[in-house]
């Protein structure tokens, strides 16, 4: 797990690799989705894929939040001693305070309680996450599965030169 100790490089490779496998499982779904359904169905699976994608998305963002705040919360009041800088903090401000600015300009000792306050909350906002993560791996194993189709047959798309209408204009 990352700590105050982690090197900013370190924390972008790892977050590059999290984020290219996660682009690659998110539209990896998608197939899946379409081979569930019938042919006139494929539209609207692809619509309601892509919305319960996003809302999930927006979830994600305000579930860790909270879980952050929260956490935030308690440990401010327990960890930080200065009084003013504490005020500050509290009250779900613990993103707005998250800089180099911040920490430079704080007597050492209170900038270390800040830190030690910033990483246990982030470290428990991973520790759910890798949770939630192991469940729905747990989950994937019930997943019913589907063979994709070999052909597609469907009333929209373009048509084969055979089968347009004539288009031979007429002199009057």
């Known amino acids: 797990m990352f700590d105050q100790r982690t090197s900013i490089v370190a924390a972008v490779v790892v977050q590059c690799v999290w984020s290219l496998g996660l682009g690659q499982l ?10 569930s359904v019938d042919e006139k169905l494929r539209s609207p699976a692809t619509s309601t894929w892509g919305f319960f994608r996003e809302f999930g998305g927006v979830w994600r963002t305000a579930v860790t939040g909270a879980i952050f705040n929260s956490r935030f919360g308690s440990l401010v009041e ?9 005020e ?3 009250g779900g401000n613990g993103y707005s305070f998250a800089s180099a600015e911040l920490n430079l300009g704080l007597p050492e000792e209170t900038r270390q309680q800040v830190v030690r306050v910033f990483t246990e909350s982030l470290r428990l906002v991973f520790q759910i996450a890798i949770g939630l993560s192991g469940l729905c791996f747990l989950l994937s194993i019930l997943q019913k599965e589907y063979e994709l189709r070999k052909t597609h047959q469907s009333e929209y798309g373009l048509k084969r030169k055979a089968e347009r209408p004539s288009s031979k204009l007429t002199s009057v």
């Open 78 to 86: 327990r960890e930080v001693t200065d009084t003013g800088l504490r």
């Open 88 to 90: 500050e903090l509290s």
């Open 26 to 35: 998110m539209t990896s779904t998608l197939p899946g989705v379409q081979a």
